[in-house]
C-alpha cells in the first residue's frame, strides 16, 4: 500500500512538472523558435505560449539590440604601417527563425566575421585613412557586415572603431611629421605675406613716381619718425633731386 502510495505521489508530481513545462512565458522583446520532432513549426511569442512537452522544443531569441566587442586584431595597414585596432559592433535579431536554422551560433559567426571585416577593410586603406576617415570605414564595415549577416536574420545597426594604437617608434615618426608639417606652413604663409608686402611697395612706388611732391612728403615724414627716437646720432640719405630742387 506505501509503494502504490508513493509511486501515485511521483506520478502526480510527473504530470505536474509536464503541465508546468507546458506554458512559457516570453518577454515583449523575447520570441520562442518551436520545433515539433525535430521539424521548425512557427515562431511564437511575445506572452503565454504552450509548448507539447516531449513533441516540442521551444529555443528563446532575444530581439534587442545586442553590443559586441571585437576584440583588438593586428593590421598592416596599405602603406605597411602595423597597427593595433578594435571596434564595437550593434546588431540585433530580425528574423529569429533563420538566426537559429541557418547558423549554428549567430553570436559567435558574428562575432568571427566582425574580426575578419574589420582587418579586411582597414588593410585596404593608408593608416592617415584610419586615423582621419574613421566615419566613412565605419560605415564600409557596417555595409559589408549586414550584407553578410542577413541570410542570418541579423540587422547589423551600427560599427564604431574605438581605437587605432601605434608603437612607440610609429608615434615619433608621425609627430615629427605634424612638426615638418607646420613648419611649411609657416614658411609658406611667411611667404604669402612677403610677396603680398612686396607687391603693396612696387604700387606705392608707382604712385610715388607720378608725383615729385609725394616723394617729398613721404621723405620729411621719414625724418620725423627718426627724429622721435632717442639716439642722440642721426643719419639719414639725402636725395640728390631733393638738393637740385633746393638749389633752383
Known amino acids: 500500500m506505501i509503494s502504490m502510495e508513493y509511486f501515485g505521489a511521483v506520478l502526480l508530481f510527473l504530470v505536474f512538472a509536464l503541465l508546468l513545462s507546458t506554458f512559457r ?8 523558435v518551436i520545433f515539433t520532432l525535430g521539424r521548425f513549426y ?11 512537452p516531449i513533441l516540442q522544443q521551444m529555443v528563446r531569441v532575444d530581439l ?25 559592433l550593434y546588431f540585433r535579431v530580425i528574423d529569429p527563425e533563420r538566426a537559429i536554422i ?3 551560433n549567430y553570436l559567435e559567426a558574428t562575432s568571427q566575421l566582425s574580426q ?14 584610419m586615423l582621419a576617415e574613421r566615419d566613412q570605414l565605419n560605415n564600409d564595415i557596417q555595409h559589408i557586415l549586414d550584407k553578410q549577416t542577413e ?17 612607440e617608434s610609429m608615434v615619433r615618426a608621425i609627430a615629427k611629421q605634424a ?34 611732391s609725394a616723394i617729398q612728403l613721404r621723405y620729411l615724414q621719414t625724418l620725423v619718425e627718426i627724429a622721435g627716437d ?10 640728390i633731386d631733393l638738393m637740385d630742387k633746393l638749389r633752383s
Open 64 to 88: 534587442r539590440t545586442l553590443v559586441m566587442d571585437v576584440p583588438t586584431q593586428d593590421v598592416i595597414s596599405r602603406d605597411n604601417v602595423s597597427v593595433q585596432v578594435n571596434a564595437v
Open 25 to 32: 512565458v516570453l518577454r515583449e522583446y523575447e520570441r520562442g
Open 179 to 212: 612638426e615638418a608639417e607646420r613648419e611649411r606652413r609657416a614658411k609658406v604663409i611667411h611667404a604669402m605675406g612677403e610677396a603680398e608686402a612686396a607687391e603693396k611697395l612696387a604700387e606705392a612706388a608707382k604712385v610715388l613716381a607720378t608725383e615729385d
Open 151 to 167: 541570410a542570418w536574420g541579423i540587422k547589423v545597426a551600427n560599427v564604431e572603431i574605438k581605437h587605432v594604437d601605434l608603437n
Open 42 to 52: 512557427k515562431v511564437k511569442g511575445p506572452g503565454l505560449i504552450i509548448v507539447i
Open 230 to 239: 632717442k639716439s642722440s646720432t642721426i643719419v639719414f640719405p639725402l636725395p
Open 116 to 129: 575578419t571585416t574589420l582587418r579586411s577593410v582597414l588593410g585596404q586603406h593608408d593608416l592617415d585613412d
Open 102 to 104: 541557418q547558423v549554428e
